[in-house]
Nanobody, 126 residues
């Protein structure tokens, strides 16, 4: 059974930093697209960043323009954990953040992912 467990959310002031983690249980494909999404109240779920790892060891990362240069997605294969390092946070980054796995080929489309975590809240105050 595949299970994704997020942690690391919280409340910070604008300009602060947080690191989200997502431990993935029971899902270890050779090629893997994993991503972070977020959903603010009254808005649709949107893709924040994704990372694609190939069986040969190549890694590709993708970011929404709104977070480029501030957020960094990474993965520790040994721990099967996905991370999202968030710096220079803004009030508009406030949302429920979800990790997703088993996706492809379009990283931004939520319906392309088979597995989701329960979400972790990020609140940024001005």
């Amino acid at each position: 059974q595949v299970q994704l467990v997020e942690s690391g959310g919280g409340s910070v002031q604008a300009g602060g930093s947080l690191r989200l983690s997502c431990v993935v249980h029971g899902y270890t494909p050779h090629d893997s697209l994993r991503a972070w999404f977020r959903q603010a109240p009254g808005k649709e779920r949107e893709g924040v960043a994704a990372i694609y790892s190939t069986a040969s060891g190549s890694i590709y990362t993708y970011y929404d323009d709104s977070v480029k240069g501030r957020f960094t997605i990474s993965r520790d294969s040994a721990k099967d954990t996905l991370y999202l390092e968030m710096n220079s946070l803004k009030p508009e980054d406030t949302a429920l953040y979800y990790c997703a796995a088993g996706g492809g080929p379009l990283w931004r489309t939520p319906s392309n992912y088979n597995y989701w975590g329960q979400g972790t809240q990020v609140t940024v105050s001005s």
